[in-house]
């Protein structure tokens, strides 16, 4: 069974707009990771945020997380075509023990 | 700087066959993964070695097994392949539990036919 839910499946985007996809769990976690996948291609990660963080940043990629909801947001800002993906949320601990727990996927298209 | 690599990129069987996916990675990580991942389904845990020397069961192992050969590589091999095997496979590494991202290989197209 899957620990991330990613919301929504699929996003589509003009460039330059910003893109915001979400994620909930269901357990406790020792943190939350967000990764990209190009078509084809293996995942790439992007940003981990551990239990006792609430916001993160790295370059064009913020994340939210709030463990009282379960919940964890990715915003790309700025999008660019380059970003066309899917994006995965992975959590690592609770029930899964040390194992990271894929979700489904949201597949974001940026059009140029 | 390879990271992880797999082989073969793609490969066709036919129920009953047996096969070997390999994996290798050069970055002396501890911990080692098998996932396969189908449409809509995202990544499913098949078997996992958080080192050397042990392995465990994931979230899907039935029909799979894995070697740890040594820390470099940790190989999944399919008995008697099904129809329900055809996905894509990806190896991953982590330097050990907890510490953070996976690096995963480009991915093994299997079909089974």
């Known amino acids: 069974s899957q620990q991330g839910e990613e919301d929504p499946q699929a996003l589509s985007i003009q460039e330059g707009e910003n893109a915001t996809m979400n994620c909930s769990y269901k357990t406790s976690i020792n943190n939350l990771q967000w990764y990209r996948q190009n078509s084809g291609r293996g995942l790439v990660h992007l940003i981990l945020i551990r239990s006792n963080e609430r916001e993160k940043h790295s370059g064009r990629l913020r994340v939210t997380l709030d463990t009282s909801k379960k919940s964890s947001s990715l915003l790309i800002t700025a999008s660019r075509a380059a970003d066309t993906a899917s994006y995965f949320c992975?959590?690592?601990?609770?029930?899964?023990?040390?194992?990271?727990?894929f979700g489904g996927g949201t597949r974001v298209l940026v059009k140029p | 700087n390879a990271g992880v690599t797999q082989t073969p990129k793609f490969q066709v069987l036919k129920t009953g066959q047996s096969m070997t996916l390999q994996c290798a990675q050069d970055?002396?990580?501890?911990?080692m993964y098998w996932y396969r991942q189908d449409p809509g389904m995202g990544l499913r845990l098949i078997y996992y070695?958080?080192?050397?020397?042990?392995?465990d069961k994931g979230e899907v192992p039935n029909g799979y097994n894995v070697s740890r050969l040594n820390k470099r590589e940790f190989s999944l091999r399919l008995e008697s392949a099904a129809p329900s095997q055809t996905s894509v496979y990806f190896c991953?590494?982590?330097?050990?539990?907890?510490?953070?991202?996976?690096?995963f290989g480009e991915g093994s197209r299997l079909t089974v036919l």
């Open positions: 992975a959590t690592e601990g609770g029930a899964a023990g040390n194992k990271l727990t």
């Open positions: 991953a590494s982590m330097r050990r539990p907890n510490t953070g991202e996976l690096f």
């Open positions: 070695s958080a080192s050397e020397g042990t392995t």
């Open positions: 970055m002396n990580h501890n911990s």
